[in-house]
C-alpha cells in the first residue's frame, strides 16, 4: 500500500506516522469487510438448517432474508477484491461483476415494492413458510436494504472506475449508505419501528442495519486519503478536531436518547422533563468535547510554534554557516581566478617578446612572410589579452555590490560620445542624446554597460557616410524603457537570443573587431539593477538595444549629481580589495 503511506505523506508530512496510520486503516478495512460476510454466512447457515436465531435476534425481530445474504456476499467479496492500492486487473474485473449482480438486485427488489410485480426472486433459494415478523411479502428484502444496496454497490463501481472525482463521489455514496444502516439501528435501541419499516413492506433486519454500516465504513476504507475521509485523517487542526468531535457527535446523542427513554419508561419523569435533560446534558457534554478539544489545540499550537521556532533558529544558523562558507568560497575563486589570469598572462608575454624579437629579425632580413606571420603572432596575443581583460571584468560586475545613487546618464552618454569622438576624429556621427536621463543604480557599473551598447553603436555604423547614434526614453506599464538605436548594419532577429550570450558575434572578426563579451557584461549590469535587456533590428536598417532598471522611482527635488572625483574614488575601493598576485616578469 505504498501510494497509500504516500498519500498519507502528503497529508501528514511523517512517513513513519503515515506507514503506522495506514496499517490500522488496513485492520479496520479488513474487520468491516469481512464482519458482514461473517454476519452472511450465519444467517445462510440458519437458513440452510433452520435455526432461527441465525436468521433473526430476536424472536419478535424481522429476519435476514435471503437475497440480503447474497446482497452481503457479493458486496463483501467486490469490496475484499479491490484491497490494496494497485489491485490485479483480474480482481478489479471481478469486483465490477460483483457490484454490478449487487446493483441489479437492489434494482429489481426496489421495483416489485414501487410497481408491485412479482419477479420470482424472493423465494428462488429459500422458502420463507408462516408468518414472518414485520414481513410483507414472503422472503422479500426491506426497501431500504434495497436501497443501501443499490448505494453501496454504485460506490464500489465507482471506485473501480479511473476518472477524476469518482472515487470522492463514492465515499458520499457510502456515507448515505451508514445514514441508512445506523438510523435503522437507533430504531431498535429505541424502539421505534417505523425509522426501519414502511407500512405494506418488509422491515429491515437488526443485524442488516450493522452489516450495512461496517460494509460502508470499509469502502471509506478503501481509499481514506481522498475525498470526505481525507479531512478525518489530516493531521492539521482541522483533522485532530475532527477526529475528537466526530465520536462525542455520534456517541453523546444516542447514549443520551437511550438514557432518557430508559428514564421515562422506568417513571423516573415524564415527557417534557426529559427533553429538558436531553437538552441540558448535550449542551454540558458538547460544551466539555469542546472545551477538551480546544485545549488540546492549543497544545499542539504551542507544540507547533516551539518546533517552528527552534527550525527557524536552526535554519538561520545554517543560513549563516553557508553564508560564512559561500563568501569564503567567493573570494578563493576570485584569488584563483586572478592568479589564472596572471598565469595566463605571462605565456602570453613571453610569446609577445619573442615575437617582437623575430619581427626585428624579419625586418633586417627583410622577410615580409615572416613578418605576416608574426604580425598575426602578435594581433592574437593582443586578442587573447583583451579576452582575458573582458572576462575578468564580466566576473567582477557580478561580485562587486551595487552602490546606488542617482546616476546620471544623459551626462555619461556625452562622455563617451565625445571619448568615441576624439578616438576616429575623422568620423562624423551625428548624435541624439536625451536630456535629463537619470536612473537609480550603480553609476560606475551604468557608466560600463552604456560604454558598451554606445561603442557597440559607433562601432558597427563604421560604414555609413550619415552615421546616427541615439540615446532616449520613455515610459511604459509604469516602467521606464531606455534605449541605444543606430542606423548601422542591424542584425537579423532570428538570432536576437545569441546577442546577449558569452562569446556569441553575429558578424565575423574580420569584419568587427570585438571579443563577444560587451553585450554579456551589459545584460549582467541590468540584471543585477531587477531589469531587463532585449534588441530588435533588422539587416542594413540599424538595430536598437532597449533596457529597463526596474520600477520608476521617485527622483529628490535636488539630487547630487555623481562626479567624476566620486566616480575614481569608486573604482579605487574597489581596486583595492581585490586580490594581488606577483606578475612574472616579461622576457628581455
Given amino acids: 500500500m505504498m501510494q497509500a503511506i504516500e498519500a498519507d505523506a502528503g497529508v501528514s508530512g511523517d ?4 506507514a503506522r496510520r495506514v496499517r490500522r486503516i488496513d485492520r479496520v478495512f479488513i474487520f468491516a469487510a469481512v464482519a458482514p460476510l461473517a454476519i452472511a454466512a450465519l444467517v445462510l447457515a440458519g437458513w ?27 458486496a463483501g467479496a467486490s469490496v475484499l477484491l479491490l484491497r490494496g492500492a494497485r489491485p490485479p486487473r483480474g480482481n478489479v474485473a471481478a469486483a465490477r461483476a460483483c457490484a454490478i449482480a449487487v446493483v441489479a438486485l437492489a434494482i429489481a427488489t426496489l421495483s416489485q415494492d414501487l410497481v408491485g410485480w412479482d419477479l420470482g426472486i424472493d423465494q428462488l433459494l429459500f422458502e420463507e413458510r408462516g408468518a414472518s415478523p414485520a414481513t410483507f411479502s414472503p422472503n422479500r428484502m426491506a426497501p431500504a ?9 454504485t460506490a464500489v463501481l465507482l471506485h473501480a472506475t479511473p476518472g477524476r472525482g469518482r472515487r470522492g463521489l463514492s465515499q458520499g455514496l457510502a456515507v448515505a449508505a451508514v445514514v441508512i444502516g445506523y438510523l435503522s439501528f437507533l430504531g431498535y435501541l429505541y424502539g421505534v419501528s417505523h425509522v426501519y419499516w414502511l407500512p405494506r413492506t418488509t422491515a429491515l433486519a437488526f443485524h442488516t ?21 481525507r479531512l478525518l485523517l489530516s493531521d492539521g487542526p482541522g ?19 437511550l438514557l432518557r427513554l430508559a428514564g421515562q419508561a422506568a417513571g423516573l419523569y415524564d415527557t417534557p422533563f426529559g427533553v429538558t435533560l436531553v437538552v441540558t446534558g448535550s449542551i454540558l457534554l458538547f460544551a466539555g468535547a469542546s472545551g477538551w478539544n480546544a485545549a488540546a489545540l492549543d497544545r499542539l499550537d504551542a507544540l507547533r510554534r516551539e518546533a517552528l521556532r527552534a527550525f527557524n533558529d536552526e535554519l538561520e544558523d545554517r543560513v549563516r554557516r553557508r553564508t560564512a562558507e559561500l563568501a569564503a568560497a567567493n573570494a578563493e575563486l576570485e584569488a584563483f581566478s586572478y592568479s589564472v589570469a596572471h598565469d595566463l598572462r605571462a605565456p602570453l608575454r613571453w610569446v609577445d617578446g619573442c615575437a617582437h624579437l623575430l619581427a626585428a629579425d624579419c625586418v633586417r632580413r627583410q622577410d615580409e612572410t615572416g613578418l605576416g606571420h608574426v604580425r598575426k603572432i602578435r594581433q592574437s ?24 545613487a542617482d546616476a546620471d546618464l544623459s551626462r555619461m552618454a556625452r562622455d563617451i560620445a565625445a571619448h568615441l569622438d576624439a578616438v576616429d576624429a575623422g568620423r562624423s556621427v551625428a548624435w541624439e542624446i536625451a536630456d535629463g536621463l537619470h536612473a537609480d543604480g550603480d553609476p560606475m557599473l551604468l557608466q560600463l554597460a552604456l560604454g558598451n551598447l554606445l561603442g557597440n553603436a559607433w562601432k558597427f555604423t563604421r560604414a555609413r557616410p550619415a552615421a546616427r547614434i541615439q540615446l532616449g526614453a520613455f515610459d511604459r506599464d509604469g516602467e521606464r524603457i531606455h534605449f541605444v538605436r543606430d542606423n548601422g548594419v542591424g542584425f537579423d532577429m532570428a538570432y536576437a537570443g ?10 565575423r572578426a574580420d569584419e568587427f573587431e570585438g571579443t563577444g563579451i560587451g553585450l554579456a557584461l551589459v545584460k549582467r549590469v541590468i540584471q543585477r539593477h531587477g531589469g531587463r535587456v532585449w534588441a530588435e533590428g533588422q539587416p542594413g536598417e540599424g538595430a536598437t538595444v532597449f533596457f529597463t532598471l526596474g520600477p520608476i522611482r521617485p527622483r529628490p527635488a535636488n539630487p547630487p549629481a555623481p562626479t567624476a572625483p566620486t566616480l575614481r574614488s569608486q573604482t579605487r575601493a574597489r581596486r583595492a580589495a581585490r586580490p594581488r598576485t606577483r606578475r612574472p616578469a616579461a622576457p628581455g
Fill in 15 to 18: 512517513p513513519e506516522l503515515a
Fill in 48 to 74: 440452510l438448517f433452520g435455526i432461527d436465531p441465525l436468521k433473526s435476534i430476536r424472536p419478535e425481530w424481522p429476519t435476514m432474508k435471503a437475497n440480503t445474504v447474497v446482497g452481503f456476499l457479493l
Fill in 145 to 153: 436494504t434495497a436501497l443501501a444496496f443499490a448505494l453501496i454497490g
Fill in 209 to 229: 442495519a450493522l452489516a450495512i454500516v461496517l460494509l460502508s465504513v470499509a469502502i471509506l476504507c478503501l481509499r481514506p486519503f481522498s475525498g470526505p475521509a
Fill in 239 to 257: 483533522g485532530h478536531a475532527a477526529r475528537r468531535l466526530f465520536p462525542a457527535a455520534v456517541l453523546i446523542p444516542t447514549l443520551l436518547g
Fill in 381 to 404: 596575443v593582443r586578442h587573447m589579452s583583451k579576452l582575458i581583460d573582458a572576462l575578468l571584468t564580466l566576473a567582477r560586475v557580478a561580485r562587486l555590490p551595487l552602490q546606488r
Fill in 498 to 507: 545569441k546577442l546577449f550570450r558569452t562569446f556569441e558575434r553575429l558578424h
